[in-house]
């Protein structure tokens, strides 16, 4: 469990994603933080030691990254663990059989499976609702209800979530409000300033950007929260490496380099989809024409790279994921490179078909994660593809 440093709090957002959370290397004084890949620690007696014994428990390239991006949330404490999907088993571990959990209806495919197949079975039960409409939240809730699980903008809707609507409901039942940021990042959505316990991410995407590890990454500035997430970490111990860990710090020294990009292209590109007479629908926040726009500006900075289109035609939308030559056909999202995905048979097909269909997540939706390459380049390589579809 690991706490950020005082000073931390101090500085602009690009100042922190530097420096935050780290320390200067007592050795020889590397300005970068060294990957310590090790095990154990040395003890100089019995029970005399520097507050690091066994690595499960205890990493300085961990707690780095930690309080880092803590540090980025606004958050007081932070938990690394081997993948996102390691971070919510971690959130679910809070809860017991027969508690209930309210849950987003377009979360990650992932968190989906997870909750339903592995904790459904655990005796915890799960209402998925859609959460564009925060009434719909109040009406699912029971006297078991013990979460609120929402992902913002969702993938690959693109819906949003009313952060402070659903903190304000979080608080005034006592529920465990946890927010999913993957999508927009800290630089862009700080779901911590509008009520949430808990922030989860998918380090594997934007914080790492690079699309070269896999990792997820917990952060809360509630104690008690803190301390039983601290508990679960190193009981179940599903806790990332040293060189994934210096792997996501590094590329969060550039992330809001990097989301200034996503989001200039992601604007741009949106825009472009809206006048292109094969594409049916265009779903991206930072687009007025999108319905919940007004929210998006509310409580985020920006809208990200993150696009989906749907062609009206699965053969269409299959030709056009097979015959871009910049955006890669590839599952995962928010590197430096561009990626085309098609949901239904990729991301989502742990998905159940009819709910799949309900929420318009249909066949021909192709999803996009904009990289930070030339915006003309990825115009024109739509375009092309798009051409050779029809
Ligand atoms: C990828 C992703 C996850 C799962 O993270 P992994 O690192 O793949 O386990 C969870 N939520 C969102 C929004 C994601 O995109």
Known sequence: MTRILPQDHEHGFATRSVHAGQVVEPLAGAVMTPIYQTSTYVQEGLGKHRGYEYARTQNPTREALERNVASLEGATHGFAFGSGLAALDAVLKLFKSGDHIICGENVYGGSHRLMERIYGNLGLRVTFVDMRDVSNIERAATAATRMIYCETPTNPMMNLTDLAAVGDLAQAHGYLYVVDNTFATPYFQRPLEHGADIVLHSTTKYLNGHSDMVGGLLVTSRDDVAERLGFIQNAAGAVPGPMDCWLALRGIK??????????????????????QQLVTKVYYPGLPSHPQHEIACRQMSGFGGMISLDLGDPGRARRLVEGTRIFVLAESLGGVESLIGHPASMTHASVPPAMRQAMGLTDSLVRLSCGVEDTDDLIADLDQAMRASE
């Open 254 to 275: 550039t992330l809001p380099l990097r989301m200034r990009q996503h989001d200039a292209s992601g604007r741009r590109i949106a825009e472009w989809l809206t006048r």
